[in-house]
């Protein structure tokens, strides 16, 4: 079988202005305001001999809580992994951070996700493109969709040359499949709803337990729920978006990670809406992922997100 | 009293690229699709000496409509004013037209309009600032404000120093001003209300029976109501927006004339947003104006617009 | 041999609102400024039955010169393709036309084009993979490159399962393998340069006598030449651009069709200008391509363009 | 004399989130990269009780230098505003630090500039208007011009009620006014050349010692010199720009600090070009001049700028 084989990451070593065998670690953190938290973070790093080469600070006016994002390049055989960890576990504590989490993508596990599709697939498409020019930095475990696809189209073979499982769970009011979705997904990062036509169950979001991304064709809240380029269109808008945001029980109210729009004239017909939404969905959601592999993403206050 | 004069328009006879004498027309028409619309319009055109230089053709899918708009150069002395009226009407009847204007701009009188205005001068200002240059061609008759100004703001100086009168109406709930305002905007052509705080009646609507332009501090039909930009704000929206419409019935539901937008991002705050609003809405409320006058804006279906 | 076939063009009587039976014809046109061109041109589409979606007409100021891109729908039944044709031809007499073109996409032969490519494949692997969605209207005869690919890369597997010939012409400063090339791309109707690492010559020009279009990754004039990415890194600028134009003799100077930009930072470097670069050229190259195909573009004064 | 208010600056005690009595710095710093700067900084600041509301860090790729700006919240009670300089002094010689600059916009006095201007004043209206506005915190201690201007002209009458001197020194071949120029602004922080037509001599630049920014009616570095929108025009591009950059002694190629640009097409004319050029440069001028005003630009390499 031809196997087609991705673009490879650099090296460790490949470091831009680093030494020799110097690794990026990125750390980010959530914690309530206090004085000197990017002192001790900063001290931190650069007692292990960590170059810190990105910072980002976030206080919002009278909230009182901190919010932060490093990027720093470090050598493995003067820090190690584990010690990096629990360098900053000892200060997550001494804040009382809410989150504190690290990753070293040379050294890390790369994130494992699976991707849920229904029939459109330009979404899907274009992400699995997207991963196979090594921009997404992450492993498709397998890709889920409710609707059959012949073994020679496009996509089925762009899955079976990469070896990426393909699962059709046919769904129906009665059944969703959710018990299956839940084992086939279990040992994944997030998930990625690529126009998954399937609304997901309190109960299945509440048993994964972890971060759903889901890209909606329209500029939500303006139009939530089904056919919004539709709505859209009958709104006589000039301007047509789309939405990505993190699942949460309420239909499309889950947090905004990113937005992008489009002009649109009375020139446009439903048709051109859905292409002009397509597009903009496909940049919109790899976007989304492509932030939120970098931690850039973390969830502020209720229902609000920042993005780094 | 220092009177700061207006820009000029340039006199008749500087049409670029035309014969001495000679002037822009704009003609937009609306009537039920038939072969041989444009060939009849153009050959009237023709016909007369005069000379096209831009048309604009909408047809929409399976709608069985036609709409145009065509800029074109004449001599009025070869064709009257009045004969051009007469001509187009012969053509409006044949093909059973909604809408069949002719505008001469170096010819005809200047569309005047009133403004009506509340405390928040940003939008206003910048519409007066406009005129001024001479970008907006159009007289100001009035501007009518349910908020008092001191006579030495900038605002009062400037309508002072170029002979504008200032209507202060202040509006209660039971006491919303609008026999007297109708009163004052009776000859006017169109009303623009720039961020005028009090909801105009049905009533009202009829009576004055002319085109009432809003613009709306929110990407309808997202934010409707009071306060968009908090609406957005606690929304964790990524982009904002401002729209403007024409002013029906329904508070903020009006056909859309134009929308713009920004983006915006965890650091903003509540004031930033409103600031990035603000400078939308001057713009986008600037630019609807201007196409109004260029006669570009046809409404279209229920509640849509045609921009050309 | 797997075959992903592409999507198929709608039905000739698919065309939105026409009646069963009718196809769309697009006629650009260009002569010296006169009265009645435009009456004369859709007085003819009338007489025919045909019935005008669209017409753009430039007449730029003081030039005496007119530009005309009509859409109209027609029954061929009617109207038969060659006397559209003789028709046009008799109006392009009348008025001295330099051109008059038709083209009814659903009757012709669809556009015959040759990809001239090197090493670097992003504009080539767009290019292939817009065309197999099929917005790209035309047929793709062959692919050059004066690079080898394996035949198992993702671009060698796709012309294979496409059936599109790839010649591999390796060139040198002695021997550009223009006369081969000449050879091979004798029955196109336009070319493609989608990032060819090799000049033109004028010979070349002259024996091929059709269009030819680049994609020239800087924002022209700025950065002419060899390496416009670090062209622009270097300058410090502020944006980065793309630009599709015309060849011709001179380098890098032939008419603009199409030109995007985006931010940069200091944070940007050489290898992310590369990248942001890259994605500007794939959208900038498609739009010029579509465009040309619809014809839209138009030659207009000195190496200017009038893109429709 | 009637004399218009501008908005006053938000009180000291008002800083957003911080307790009464803290005040906004802001510090930005450049030197050899090192492990342990932004330790240092942000302990020092954490030392004083300070607290850091952002932080921005940059280590360009292999150029060992290190650049930041940070923000921070502070008691001046607590930490005395020359005990700031101080304790960042010392800092600067650990790291032998290229600059390293303090600001606390509610303690330290404003920004002086002055204003340098010709005939066209569209850029200088705009700053004024933005001043006025609150928006742009400094004081224009003049505004020189070589162009005579009426007392009734708008500018006239606005500089005159906000008592701002406005000093008309033609200029000729032979006679530049350097020398009256220089001792008029002698006390200024920075110079601000509004669309100044008169190129200033080394010796000018010399003598004056301190920053000075332009506005360049092009996308540098395409169109350079005399009548960038004519060059642009005549080029055919489809997009049009503006520039604002550091004066140098190379005319028109100093380090740029912000771009913008709009979309042409071949219906603009050049009186298009420039009205839309102006419209970028008004608001490409007033960004740079934000930006510098808050410590974001700092000279980076050759010619380049980083902006925070």
């Not at 989150?99 to 596990?109: G, I």
């Not at 309190?202 to 380029?229: A, Q, T, V, W």
Request: hydrophobic share 40%; glycine share 6%; with cysteine.
């Amino acid at each position: 079988m031809v196997v087609l084989h991705r673009i490879t990451r650099r090296a460790a070593s490949m470091i831009p202005g680093g030494p020799a065998g110097s690794v990026l670690g990125i750390h980010v953190f959530h914690c309530p305001d206090a004085v000197g938290i990017v002192a001790k973070l900063s001290e931190c790093i650069a007692s292990r001999g960590g170059n810190i080469h990105s910072v980002d600070v976030f206080v919002p006016d009278k909230k009182q809580v901190f919010y932060s994002r490093n990027e720093f390049v470090f050598d493995p055989a003067r820090w190690p992994r584990d010690v990096v960890d629990n360098d900053f576990n000892k200060i997550s504590k001494l804040f009382s951070a809410e989150k504190s989490v690290v990753r070293v993508p040379d050294l890390d596990p790369k994130f494992k996700i699976a991707v849920l599709a229904s029939k459109q697939e330009h979404c899907l498409v274009d992400l699995l493109y997207r991963w196979q020019e090594g921009r997404l930095p992450m492993d498709i475990s397998c890709v889920i969709s409710n609707h059959q696809r012949a073994p020679n189209t496009h996509v089925a073979l762009f899955l079976k040359q990469h070896g990426i499982p393909y699962h059709h769970l046919p769904t129906s009011a009665g059944n969703t499949r959710e018990a299956e979705i839940l084992e086939l997904v279990e040992d994944t990062d997030f998930l990625v709803l690529a126009r998954y036509m399937q609304v997901l169950s309190r109960r299945f979001l509440e048993s994964y337990g972890k971060d759903i991304i889901n890209i909606h064709h329209g500029l939500l809240p303006s139009f939530k729920g089904g056919n919004p380029s539709k709505q859209a269109f009958d709104a006589g808008v000039k301007l047509i978006g789309a939405t990505s945001h993190f699942v949460t029980e309420e239909l499309d109210a889950g947090p905004i990670i990113e937005q992008m729009v489009e002009r649109v004239s009375h020139r446009d017909t439903l048709k051109s809406f859905v292409q002009k939404s397509e597009n903009l969905e496909k940049q919109c959601l790899t976007q989304a992922i492509k932030s939120y592999c970098e931690l850039r993403v973390l969830p502020y206050q209720v229902n609000k997100t920042v993005v780094f």
